[in-house]
Every structure is written in C-alpha cells, then in structure tokens.
C-alpha cells in the first residue's frame, strides 16, 4: 500500500450537494431562481461561444442573445418617450426624450451591458427609452462598436466620444453616467479615462453588478460558481475576445484597479449574495471608501445577475436608484474631491 500522501487544497473542499432557494426572500424571487434551474436543478450553461473569425456564426449568436436580452427589458411597460437614433464618428447614439415633461437640461448617459459583445442594438435603444421614462430626462445610450470586428478600446473611445460631446452641450452638475454589467465596466473605465484627459467629472455614476475585474479574482468568482442563474458560465471567451491581448489589470479595462485617490465621482454600487460580480462590487465599495470617495453600496439578498426580473426587490432596488439620482442632479462635482 502506497505511503504517499495528498498535499492539502488551497482551499475548501465541498462534495456535490444542493444549495435551497432562500426562504429570506420574496415568493416572487425564489420563483425567478426555480424558473432558471433546470429539471434536474443544475443551471443551464451557455452554448459555447462561435472562433472570432466566424463572422456568419457571430451574427447568428448576436440575433439570438439580443431577443433574449429584451426580455429582460420590461417588455410590459410602456413608456411616454420618444427616441431617435443618430450617428457619431462610426457608432450609433440613441437618445430617448420623455414626451409631456417640462424640458430639462440634464442628461443621463446610460451604457448597455451584454458581457462587452453583445447588447447593441433594440435592446441598447430600449435602455434610453427607460432611463428617460423613469427619470424625466434626455437619456442617451451609446450602441458601442463591439469585438470580433471591434475588440478593446473601440468601445471606451465610443463611450469617451459620446461623453465629450455630452459635455460639449451640458453643464457636467447637469450629467449621471450609469451602466450594468459590462455597462458598468465601461461606465466606470470611462471615469478614470476621461479624468485623465482632462474631462470634468460628472454629477455622480451608477454601477449595477458592474463587471469591474476582467482578472475575475474576486471570491465570489468561485462561490457563486454555479449558483448565479443569470451568468452561472462566466465570461472568460467574452472577456478575451474583448481585451484582443491587452492586460487585464489595465484599469481601463478593469477599472478596480484605478487610482482613486486622484478623484472619482459619487457612485452607487449594487450587487446581490449570489451575484458572480459581488467581489467586484464589494471590492469596488472599499477601494472607493479607502480614497474618500462618497459612494452607496447596496448588495441585496439572494439575488443572482441582473435581478429577479419583476419580484419586490427589483422594486426596491430601482427606488433607490431613483433616490439617488434625485438626491445628484445639479451637485458640482471636481475630481480633486
């Protein structure tokens, strides 16, 4: 019999076992987490994702994933905008106006999400529709150009171009910048890059499960493994397609590591315990914390990716949302601080 023995793990072993819905949440949420599991309660992955040189593969992949994003749109409510699309130096803009609302001359420039390859498009320009529908203001939303045809920093240079202009028109007390997911790593990327050429500081930036460490070190990265229903599968293909080589740790393309100490806007974070992105939001939270930046962290219970889609908690997620955004327009901002 063999007297070798097995080196220790870096880390917790943990034999197969079932991890309950928790009963801490609402009837509605745990029904949203139930309707992701399949029958035999594994997370349905992802299909794979097509070679980068498989342009026809591409197209077919975008079509499929932008209907499945619109669902998560708030396909239900109808809103009182109107929206128009307009062209920049190679991207599309669509800015959303509420219709019935005195004029305002605040802004509120949204960045879609769509794992940094997908979400262009019906579902950007959805974006702009609901932004302006809930707050009451002109709401823009840069349709970034995307990899394989457009890796890293087509879509920052896009969302710096728009922000420019932007300020061109509009006092900066008078802008919020927002974005989710990989919206909120280009909403954030955008901060550090437009306070380091010299662009003035918005009124405040809301990151929503941002996608902020492209590394992915973060703990939950690996305790929410197979757990998040909204993005059980990761993004490691996306995140390398995007990058096209570049070093992950770039701030401009994980934005966690930035200086914050040089200035960063009023931010409002939010994440859930079953989140994939919750290291990144929580991280994010004490770096800001660390270089005295006034930032709101709110991290809600059991909730996966994106939210339930419709359960109590989404309402009182975007009630705070509003609260916040209330509680900024107008407020002169530097990136001294």
């Known amino acids: 019999m063999s007297d070798m023995v097995l080196a220790k793990p870096d880390g917790i072993y ?93 802004v509120y420039l949204e960045i879609h999400g769509g794992g940094l390859v997908y979400g262009g498009g019906a579902p950007a320009r959805r974006d702009a529709e609901l932004i302006a529908h809930r707050h009451g203001v002109t709401a ?14 087509a879509a920052l240079d896009d969302c710096l171009a728009l922000y420019r202009a932007v300020l061109e028109r509009h006092v900066p007390q008078d802008v919020i910048v927002g974005g989710t997911s990989a919206g909120g790593n280009l909403a954030a990327a955008l901060m550090l890059r437009a306070r380091d050429e010299g662009l003035a500081a918005p009124a405040a930036l809301v990151l929503l499960t941002p996608e902020l460490d492209l590394t992915e070190s973060g703990d939950s990265f690996e305790v929410n493994r197979l757990v998040d229903v909204n993005l059980a599968g990761g993004l490691a293909e996306s995140i390398a397609l995007y990058a096209g080589g570049h070093d992950l ?55 996966p990716h994106g939210g339930f889609q419709g359960a109590p908690e989404d309402a009182e997620l975007a009630a705070e949302v509003d609260r916040f955004v209330a509680e900024h327009w107008g407020r002169v901002t530097s990136w001294s601080r």
């Open 14 to 106: 943990i034999a197969e076992r079932v991890v309950p819905f928790p009963r801490s949440i609402s009837a509605e949420a745990r029904a949203a987490l139930a309707r992701a599991v399949a029958p035999d309660g594994r997370v349905v992955l992802p299909p794979p994702m097509p070679p980068a040189d498989d342009r026809a593969a591409w197209i077919t992949l975008r079509a499929q994933v932008e209907q499945i994003i619109m669902t998560f749109k708030e396909p239900g409510l109808a809103t009182t905008t109107s929206v128009e699309t307009v062209q920049m130096d190679g991207f599309a803009v669509h800015v959303a106006r509420p219709v019935g609302v005195a004029p305002t001359s605040r």
């Open 140 to 153: 823009c939303s840069p349709d970034y150009r995307m990899p394989p045809e457009h890796p890293y920093p």
């Open 249 to 303: 740790s770039h701030p401009y393309l994980s934005p966690l590591f930035g200086d914050f100490t040089r200035g960063f806007p009023a931010s409002f974070l939010q994440a859930g315990t079953r989140d994939l992105f919750l290291s990144n939001t929580v991280r994010m939270h004490r770096a800001l914390c660390r270089a005295n930046i006034p930032v709101e962290l709110h991290v809600f219970e059991g909730m």
